[in-house]
Every structure is written in structure tokens, then in C-alpha cells.
């Protein structure tokens, strides 16, 4: 171990802040109900399966992260007879491809715009110097078309580490993700803080040993995000404050919007 690491491992538990790591699905974007549902039914429809996720199933349907897995699962549950495809695994491999390209299209035609307080927070935490990066369970092209959809062409070079997909085995309430994502950051869980909207994600973070902020959406809201740093109903703006739905106590003087300043408030 060199000096640095052993620095790094025996500072106290608690910041400085580093890096923030962004979830993207319900966090960065709404992209559930009105992005990801209509991609998988257009999916669905081009190969003729007769299958359709209105609102309510798709909101059962999210507690399995990653799309290929959800696929599998609402066969198991609502087409079983389905299961007996040869090749299953590419099989849904190819209809989830079908998916991307649609969901893929509905970002570059600018259908789904980020969430309040996103696009400034990210510029701030430019700003002061604080690396941020990605963390999800979505396909990567769907990370990429996002932020250049909003944030411009050149946005995906922001961010120092995505990680996304299928790149580590357990997706989200796993922290493999995280924990890859800290391991390219070359950071400690103690001098960064998670992003999330979601049960599932708030469990993989704390389970990485970050401090989370959750900022909840329609689906996520009844969840339980018990151990989270902060429950929002977003992220704010100076002229739209956010709703604070959970405080940790002990955090003073919060402002209605996220900015660099409030999260170093977490770490003090
Ligand atoms: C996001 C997901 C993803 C998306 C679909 O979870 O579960 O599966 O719904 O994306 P999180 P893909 O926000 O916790 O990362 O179809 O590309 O898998
Ligand atoms: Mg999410």
C-alpha cells in the first residue's frame, strides 16, 4: 500500500467531497413511465407479441432493475408459455436491442428533458472542482444519448467514470456498480455521495458505504429510503425550491436547492 492509499483509507470517516456519483433512471431524468415503458411496448408491438406495460404494471415491474432481466421476469409471471423460445437468453437479447433503438430515438428527438436542479448541479459541481460520475443499471447508449439529448455533445467527456449495464455481474439493489465506479474514481465511499430516486438504488449505494441523497418520482415516492442522507421531492431550484421529505438530523441551514455547499454540509 502506498502512502496515498494509506492516507486515503485512515482519513476520518467523513468527507472531504470528492466526487458525486449520478443514478441516471429516475434521477437525472423521468424516463420511467413515459420513456422506458412506451420503448419496451414499441419493442413489443414490432415483433407482433401482443404484450403491453400500461402504467400500473410497469411500476410492479420496476422492482427488477435492468431491462433484459424485466423482460424475463414479466415472462415468467405473465407469459410463461413464452419461455420455452430456443436460445431465450438472445432471444431477449435481440427484443432489448429493438427497446434501445426506440427509447434510444425518443432522446435524440429531445422527449425527455432532466429533472429540476440537474443541469445546475452538475455545472456547479464542475465548477468547484468536484468530479462527478455515473452510476446505473441502464444501457450505456442510453447514458450517452441523455446527456447529449440535454446537456450537449461534449457532456459525456464531464463526467470522470460511467458505469453502466452490464459491465459488473449484480445489478442494482447489488452495489457492484458502485463499487466499480468508486475503484475507477480511485476514491473512498467517504469522499463521495450518491445520486439516487429508488428503493433499489438507495440499497446499493448505502451498501457501497455512501452517503445518499435520494430525490423521489411518482413511482418511487411510497418507497422506503430509510438511512438516506436526504429525501427530496428534486433537486430544486433557487426559484423552485425542493420539498424536503427526510432530513438526517443534525443538517443545518438547508437551502431549498442542491448545490456543492449543501452536500459538503452531509460530510461535515
Ligand atoms: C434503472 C433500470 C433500467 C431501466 C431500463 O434502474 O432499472 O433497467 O429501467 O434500462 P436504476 P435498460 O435507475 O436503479 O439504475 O432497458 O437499458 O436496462
Ligand atoms: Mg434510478
Known amino acids: 500500500m502506498n502512502g496515498s492509499t494509506l492516507k486515503a483509507n485512515t482519513e476520518k470517516k467523513n468527507g472531504p467531497l470528492r466526487a458525486v456519483l449520478f443514478d441516471v433512471d429516475g434521477t437525472l431524468a423521468d424516463t420511467e413511465r413515459d420513456g422506458h415503458r412506451p420503448a419496451f411496448n414499441a419493442a413489443f408491438s414490432e415483433l407482433g407479441l401482443g404484450w403491453d406495460w400500461d402504467v400500473e404494471l410497469y411500476g410492479e415491474l420496476l422492482a427488477i432493475t435492468g431491462g433484459k432481466e424485466r423482460i424475463r421476469h414479466f415472462m415468467e409471471k405473465h407469459a410463461p408459455d413464452e419461455l420455452g423460445r430456443q436460445e431465450l437468453d438472445s432471444w431477449i437479447a435481440s427484443l432489448h436491442k429493438i427497446k434501445t433503438r426506440h427509447y434510444v430515438n425518443m432522446l435524440e428527438?429531445?422527449?425527455?428533458p432532466l429533472r429540476p436542479g440537474v443541469a445546475r448541479l452538475i455545472r456547479n459541481l464542475r465548477d468547484e472542482n468536484i468530479k462527478i460520475a455515473i452510476a446505473t443499471t441502464t444501457t450505456p447508449e442510453n447514458v450517452t444519448s441523455l446527456l447529449?439529448?440535454?446537456l450537449g455533445e461534449e457532456s459525456p467527456g464531464w463526467f470522470d467514470v460511467i458505469g453502466a449495464g452490464d459491465?459488473?455481474?449484480g445489478k442494482k439493489p447489488e452495489p457492484d456498480i458502485y463499487h466499480w465506479v468508486l475503484e475507477q474514481l480511485g476514491l473512498p465511499a467517504s469522499q463521495c455521495i450518491a445520486?439516487?430516486?429508488s428503493e433499489?438504488?438507495?440499497?446499493?449505494?448505502?451498501a457501497a458505504g455512501l452517503d445518499t441523497v435520494v430525490t423521489v418520482n411518482a413511482y418511487t415516492r411510497p418507497q422506503n429510503f430509510d438511512g438516506?442522507?436526504?429525501?427530496?421531492?428534486?433537486l430544486g431550484e433557487p426559484t423552485q425550491p425542493f420539498e424536503l421529505l427526510k432530513g438526517r438530523a443534525g443538517i443545518n441551514g438547508i437551502n431549498g436547492w442542491v448545490d456543492a455547499d449543501l452536500l459538503r454540509?452531509?460530510?461535515e
Open 228 to 234: 438516506a442522507a436526504l429525501v427530496l421531492s428534486d
Open 265 to 267: 454540509k452531509l460530510k
Open 195 to 197: 445520486m439516487e430516486d
Open 148 to 150: 447529449k439529448s440535454t
Open 167 to 169: 459491465i459488473v455481474p
Open 109 to 112: 428527438n429531445g422527449k425527455i
Open 200 to 206: 433499489n438504488g438507495i440499497r446499493a449505494a448505502l
